[in-house]
């Protein structure tokens, strides 16, 4: 199992582009997330889903959107860049949402809007 | 979620026990504690879980005391791959109820030293 990709790693936007970030499972995880981190803020969560076709938002939505069309994939969209999302983000997954499970990390995407 | 508190800081000689404490002195009866590390620019990474009972797998013991308000995780032999950041980390059950946050706090910074 490759677990959890993220692309692409690095990304520079000039402020007002958008874009999407990717995030793929292989683990055929229910739950899958998006997270921010920023130093010294830890990791926020951005927006969730427990399943295809449900998303809901998390503590920092604003900005993003999300869609889970396929149980493997949860992209993020930047709708329009700002300085103020520069930032490293963290697509996480776990088996279900209705236990204690762990959760997987993918390696991350490092974002920087000029 | 209850709080958990935890030294900023610990060093370790390679080879010896680490052993990070954590305070959640208000946790309540169907929490869970997890544990998780973050090496240097790596998404985070899970490693163990408990309830009551201790808890061991292939990286470490989760050591969690009779009144659950504290617990230790013990790593039996550091190596230098196990400098990071550790998170110790208390959530319920249900994911999705509580919005499949978890809250990573500011952590214990390990540095294993040779």
């Known amino acids: 199992n490759a677990g959890v990709t993220q692309t692409p790693k690095f990304q520079v936007l000039k402020t007002g582009q958008s874009m999407t970030l990717q995030c793929a499972q292989d683990m055929n995880h229910e739950y899958m997330s998006w997270y921010r981190q920023d130093p010294g803020m830890g990791l926020r969560l951005i927006h969730y889903?427990?399943?295809?076709?449900?998303?809901d938002q998390g503590e920092v939505p604003n900005g993003y959107n999300v869609s889970r069309s396929t149980t493997e994939d949860f992209p993020l969209r930047l709708l329009s860049a700002a300085p103020s999302q520069t930032s490293v983000y963290f697509c996480a997954s776990s088996y279900s949402s209705s236990g204690p499970y762990e959760q997987y990390f993918g390696p991350g995407t490092r974002l920087t809007v000029t | 979620d209850a709080k958990t508190t935890q030294p900023p800081s610990m060093d370790c000689a390679e080879g010896r026990a680490a052993n990070l404490p954590c305070n959640h002195s208000t946790i309540s009866g169907n929490e869970y504690v997890y544990w998780y590390r973050q090496i240097h620019s790596q998404g985070p990474q899970y490693i163990i879980h408990?309830?009551?009972n201790n808890e061991t797998n292939e990286m470490a013991s989760l050591i969690i005391t009779e009144d659950r308000k504290s617990s230790t995780l013990i790593l039996p032999h550091a190596t230098l791959r196990d400098t990071a950041v550790y998170y110790c980390i208390v959530k319920g059950r249900r994911i999705y109820n509580q919005g499949g946050k978890l809250i990573f706090g500011q952590g214990t910074e390990l540095s294993v030293k040779p």
């Open positions: 889903s427990v399943g295809a076709g449900i998303t």
């Open positions: 408990g309830l009551k």
